[in-house]
């Protein structure tokens, strides 16, 4: 009897032990596939069974493997977006779909062992070792201070937060701007895009803003820009003071549009890895337009079809799947605030990217041409420009403050042909008098120092003195 029970014993010892191998080992039963067809941005693959989303490695005899995203298929072709170099792929190259790393077992419970096998995503480096540090969009340091340390492995792409269980925006935030804080309170929490044309002075508000925002872990995406703007941004505008509590993922203008992409679902993934820990976190991408071009490459290269102005349906489609991402956590654990850069071409408000960024953003900041030609910076246009949040995180009296000042700026711009003609007398209108009184005080508020720091409070105080 005590025999029988030692081999049974044994026997479920086993069986544990190999469903245990089992769950930790990947899928073995993976297909090949070979290169058939390259074309511009896009490579096509046959005999590969892979999903979309999918990371595969394309393997040529003498060459350098290219990693490569499955974008699409059509019947047994697989259409792939490489991450790399093309040159010196040939035709019949392998195509090998390549397992995502598993996360680390959880014993106990075989439930888990199986679940495990569902997430083959891509998986980048997530963990405090990234702060203070420059990386790519695959998680590789960019800032030649040697390996990443203290990270692990997490997926990219997580599963949205139910709507009903984020917390509503009630707190103010402190942007150290002054005219932000003023007279568009930003609400912690918040989604807020910079909508601007090209040389006024939004890198440098996005420095004003990391390095004063009251928040504890800055993540910095620069998506698309200039490579020569990724170094100068992070010393000149960044500075020492605001790189040690941020995280730079910089994806330069000439890397690929897959890559392009992937960094800033990457500056997402690392945003939302600290609001879950509790943190407040704020994410400042540069830029949504390049962000939405890079998609637009994609799409456009696989054969879907222009709709406004050249960007496919998918572009306006990826915008809110992004965006949403960003925002309060659940049960006050932690917060992410994101300000979005968004180009306007030649200025143009009414661009397609410009128009869909303000109806899914919880307010727009638009910087002005014309203000930063006369010397004013931050070049904040407080007349085009709202907080959708403010009613919620400002007192009554600061918003009644902000309203007396926005109705005596839009009548100075009014009358501005008047006033420099000498056709306007004063007295024949007290509101206007009123207004030319406090335009001093109303321009020395709302102008600042990029090295100047202004808190929210004394904000708010210089708003109730410069109406009197």
Request: charge should be neutral.
């Given at each position: 009897?005590?025999?029988?029970?030692?081999?049974?014993?044994?026997?479920?010892?086993?069986?544990?032990?190999?469903?245990?191998?089992?769950?930790?080992?990947?899928?073995?039963?993976?297909?090949?596939?070979?290169?058939?067809?390259?074309?511009?941005?896009?490579?096509?693959?046959?005999?590969?069974?892979?999903?979309?989303g999918a990371v595969c490695e394309v393997v040529s005899p003498g060459q350098e493997s290219v990693l490569a995203e499955v974008v699409g298929f059509h019947g047994d072709r697989?259409?792939?977006?490489?991450?790399?170099?093309?040159?010196?792929?040939?035709?019949?190259?392998?195509?090998?779909?390549?397992?995502?790393?598993?996360?680390?077992?959880?014993?106990?419970?075989?439930?888990?062992?199986?679940?495990?096998?569902?997430?083959?995503?891509?998986?980048?480096?997530?963990?405090?070792?990234?702060?203070?540090?420059?990386?790519?969009?695959?998680?590789?340091?960019?800032?030649?201070?040697?390996?990443?340390?203290?990270?692990?492995?997490?997926?990219?792409?997580?599963?949205?937060?139910?709507?009903?269980?984020?917390?509503?925006?009630?707190?103010?935030?402190?942007?150290?701007?002054?005219?932000?804080?003023?007279?568009?309170?930003?609400?912690?929490?918040?989604?807020?895009?910079?909508?601007?044309?090209?040389?006024?002075?939004?890198?440098?508000?996005?420095?004003?803003?990391?390095?004063?925002?009251?928040?504890?872990?800055?993540?910095?995406?620069?998506?698309?820009?200039?490579?020569?703007?990724?170094?100068?941004?992070?010393?000149?505008?960044?500075?020492?003071?605001?790189?040690?509590?941020?995280?730079?993922?910089?994806?330069?203008?000439?890397?690929?549009?897959?890559?392009?992409?992937?960094?800033?679902?990457?500056?997402?993934?690392?945003?939302?890895?600290?609001?879950?820990?509790?943190?407040?976190?704020?994410?400042?991408?540069?830029?949504?337009?390049?962000?939405?071009?890079?998609?637009?490459?994609?799409?456009?290269?696989?054969?879907?079809?222009?709709?406004?102005?050249?960007?496919?349906?998918?572009?306006?489609?990826?915008?809110?799947?992004?965006?949403?991402?960003?925002?309060?956590?659940?049960?006050?654990?932690?917060?992410?605030?994101?300000?979005?850069?968004?180009?306007?071409?030649?200025?143009?408000?009414?661009?397609?990217?410009?128009?869909?960024?303000?109806?899914?953003?919880?307010?727009?900041?638009?910087?002005?041409?014309?203000?930063?030609?006369?010397?004013?910076?931050?070049?904040?246009?407080?007349?085009?420009?709202?907080?959708?949040?403010?009613?919620?995180?400002?007192?009554?009296?600061?918003?009644?403050?902000?309203?007396?000042?926005?109705?005596?700026?839009?009548?100075?711009?009014?009358?501005?042909?008047?006033?420099?003609?000498?056709?306007?007398?004063?007295?024949?209108?007290?509101?206007?008098?009123?207004?030319?009184?406090?335009?001093?005080?109303?321009?020395?508020?709302?102008?600042?120092?990029?090295?100047?720091?202004?808190?929210?409070?004394?904000?708010?105080?210089?708003?109730?003195?410069?109406?009197?």
């Open positions: 009897m005590t025999a029988t029970l030692s081999a049974r014993r044994e026997r479920w010892s086993r069986y544990l032990h190999d469903l245990q191998t089992f769950a930790e080992t990947p899928l073995p039963l993976e297909t090949e596939g070979s290169l058939v067809r390259v074309t511009g941005l896009v490579l096509e693959a046959a005999g590969v069974r892979a999903p979309v697989a259409y792939l977006m490489p991450t790399g170099e093309v040159h010196g792929l040939a035709s019949g190259a392998r195509v090998l779909p390549r397992p995502a790393p598993l996360a680390p077992p959880k014993l106990g419970s075989v439930n888990h062992l199986w679940r495990r096998r569902e997430d083959r995503g891509l998986h980048l480096p997530m963990g405090d070792g990234l702060l203070g540090r420059v990386v790519d969009p695959h998680g590789q340091p960019m800032d030649r201070r040697g390996p990443i340390e203290d990270v692990h492995a997490e997926p990219m792409i997580r599963r949205p937060i139910n709507a009903m269980d984020r917390d509503p925006i009630r707190q103010p935030l402190d942007t150290g701007v002054r005219a932000i804080n003023a007279m568009l309170t930003v609400g912690r929490g918040q989604r807020i895009g910079l909508f601007a044309g090209t040389g006024v002075g939004k890198s440098v508000l996005l420095g004003m803003m990391a390095r004063y925002t009251a928040a504890d872990v800055i993540v910095v995406g620069l998506i698309g820009e200039r490579g020569r703007e990724v170094k100068e941004f992070i010393e000149d505008i960044l500075e020492a003071e605001g790189l040690a509590r941020s995280v730079v993922v910089a994806a330069p203008a000439d890397a690929p549009p897959l890559v392009r992409m992937q960094g800033a679902h990457y500056a997402t993934a690392i945003a939302e890895h600290y609001r879950d820990r509790g943190l407040h976190v704020l994410l400042l991408m540069d830029s949504l337009t390049r962000y939405a071009m890079a998609q637009r490459e994609i799409a456009l290269a696989i054969g879907e079809p222009p709709a406004t102005k050249g960007y496919p349906p998918s572009c306006f489609a990826k915008l809110p799947q992004l965006v949403e991402r960003s925002g309060n956590g659940r049960d006050g654990r932690g917060s992410i605030t994101a300000f979005y850069t968004v180009l306007s071409e030649g200025d143009d408000q009414q661009d397609p990217i410009a128009d869909a960024a303000r109806g899914i953003l919880d307010g727009h900041i638009v910087l002005s041409r014309d203000l930063a030609e006369a010397g004013h910076y931050p070049a904040i246009d407080v007349e085009k420009s709202v907080s959708r949040v403010m009613p919620n995180v400002a007192s009554r009296e600061h918003l009644q403050q902000a309203r007396r000042a926005r109705a005596m700026l839009a009548k100075l711009t009014k009358a501005r042909d008047l006033i420099q003609l000498g056709a306007y007398t004063p007295g024949h209108d007290a509101e206007l008098d009123a207004a030319i009184r406090a335009q001093p005080r109303l321009t020395a508020l709302l102008q600042q120092d990029m090295h100047d720091q202004a808190a929210l409070e004394a904000s708010v105080d210089q708003l109730a003195m410069s109406l009197l």
